[in-house]
């Protein structure tokens, strides 16, 4: 019983040692302000605000754990496709992203390398700036191994990112604005891309959007700001082009979640400096007008259509056909393909539900298992709820090998929210189904590589996030 006793009060000591210290580590000036919510319906909420640096740390600090956990996703994913070493990535970052950054965003992520350090974690800026590179990495690869005549075996295109419309007017059942959007990717990140932000910049608008652990931006770019812009995308597939003398994407896409407070405000800030890197057809609304627009941003072909009564619709295919022949390696005319079968379900879904449009409906489309190649439900590569891993087919050749990949997460907004700072948001495959890791890896060997990191990827119900007060 005397050891028992000792071991808890040594248990005791160690425990309230460790809970002192963090309680000091939270006097930390920078770390005003900031706060983490426990996780609600899969989703982690932060809350950041203040100077770059500072909001950078906050970010760094409560979220520690996870980003070094989405860190190793990364470095795994990236290696693995290029064949390149992460220290390739982490020099890229440096030599060549780092110059064409501006004061404020590297003082974010120097503050997200800071907070990390603060609780112990061993990565430093490099790997910050790459982890935030890294949707990108994809198109600055195939540039490279062009310029430097290397030849691999890896898949070196663009991979097809998500499913979005965004509609107004007389498809809408109040006439404003209605935006939804899930996320497409594997299930390795997929599984970790559950964080909320709310941040306060000490310049330009407030933002509300969902990111990945260590982003500075979105990543799959759904987000709110304070002065009433929408934003969303999706990628162009089979997208080839970069200018590593251009702004990284990432900074961009954040710099325009932040400043924008206009349709033209967002395309410009967009082009200035675009290097190619993640291109996208995004679409964007403005609440205080209730115009939306498609902003389909190649590296030669940019093109901006706006509309205040109608709908565009985005799930990978390119629009422009001279972007499309020009940039792209995408096949517009075959309907098997997964982009161009979710294009036709989305014309079929604004054409049925022409002015009864909201947030309920918005979130069924969402979960539509609709394969219009089919002509039937059957949830796979080809339906809006992508279910890459229940295909038999799987992603066309251009494609990095996701293995078990698709829908891993929703959001959805409409005037309304976005007048409150919120929209609602559901982790995992919206339509209920679960994604069991081990089952799949049973399955699928090929995809053992995988094995170490993958993780269960539980189905959650709609759950309506809001700035905090």
């Known amino acids: 019983m005397r050891r028992m006793a000792a071991v808890f009060i040594l248990f005791s000591l160690v425990t309230g040692a460790a809970l002192l210290l963090a309680q000091g580590s939270r006097t930390d000036p920078r770390l005003k302000g900031a706060f983490r919510r426990r996780e609600k319906n899969g989703w982690i909420f932060v809350h950041l ?8 740390f906050q970010h760094g600090y409560l979220l520690a754990k996870e980003i070094l956990d989405a860190e190793s996703v990364t470095v795994l994913e990236q290696t693995h496709d290029s064949k390149k070493d992460w220290q390739f990535f982490r020099d890229a970052a440096r030599n060549m992203m780092w110059p064409h950054i501006e004061p404020e965003y590297r003082g974010e992520l120097q503050g997200i390398a800071d907070g990390l ?33 290397i030849s691999t075996s890896a898949p070196r295109g663009a991979p097809e990112h998500c499913s979005a419309f965004v509609a107004t007017g007389s498809y809408t059942k109040d006439g404003k604005i209605v935006m939804g959007h899930n996320n497409w990717t594997g299930y390795l990140d997929g599984a970790r891309w559950v964080t909320i932000l709310d941040i306060i910049p000490a310049k330009g608008n407030r933002i509300l959007m969902d990111s990945y652990p260590g982003f500075i931006h979105s990543g799959d770019d759904f987000g709110i700001n304070s002065a009433g812009i929408m934003i969303t995308e999706t990628t162009i597939s089979g997208f080839s082009g970069y200018d590593p003398n251009g702004i990284p994407e990432f900074v961009r896409a954040r710099k325009a979640m932040q400043y924008a407070a206009s349709i033209d405000d967002f395309a410009h800030l967009m082009q200035e400096g675009n290097n190619g890197g993640y291109a996208n057809d995004w679409l964007v609304g403005d609440r205080k ?38 940039e792209t390696n995408f096949n517009t005319e075959d309907l098997g393909v997964s982009a161009n079968a979710r294009h036709v379900r989305w014309e079929q879904l604004m054409k049925d539900n022409k002015g009864k449009i909201d947030v309920a409906a918005a979130q069924r489309f969402l979960a539509d298992h609709y394969d219009t190649y089919e002509k039937k439900d059957d949830p796979d590569e080809r339906t809006l709820c992508g279910h890459v891993d229940l295909s038999p087919r799987g992603m066309p050749p251009w494609q990095p090998p996701f293995g078990a990949a698709g829908a891993v997460q929703n959001k ?36 053992s590589w995988e094995e170490k990191l993958l993780r269960d990827m539980d189905s959650h119900p709609w759950t309506t996030f809001t700035i905090a007060p």
């Open 117 to 149: 350090k603060a609780q112990g974690v061993k990565l430093d800026l490099w790997d910050v700036v790459a982890l935030n590179a890294s949707l990108e990495w994809g198109y600055y690869v195939k540039e490279y191994d062009r310029q430097h005549a």
């Open 49 to 56: 605000e203040g100077t770059p640096s500072e909001v950078g």
């Open 412 to 447: 959805v907004a409409d005037s309304t929210l976005a007048a409150r700072m919120s929209f609602t948001a559901s982790a995992g495959h919206s339509c209920g189904l679960h994604f069991n890791a081990a089952e799949y890896l049973r399955k699928h060997p090929e995809f």
């Open 289 to 326: 007008s209730n115009e939306i627009a498609s902003v389909e941003l190649g590296l030669k072909n940019v093109t901006v259509e706006r509309k205040k009564d109608g709908y565009f619709v985005s799930a990978n295919f390119p629009i422009d056909p001279k972007l499309a022949r020009e």
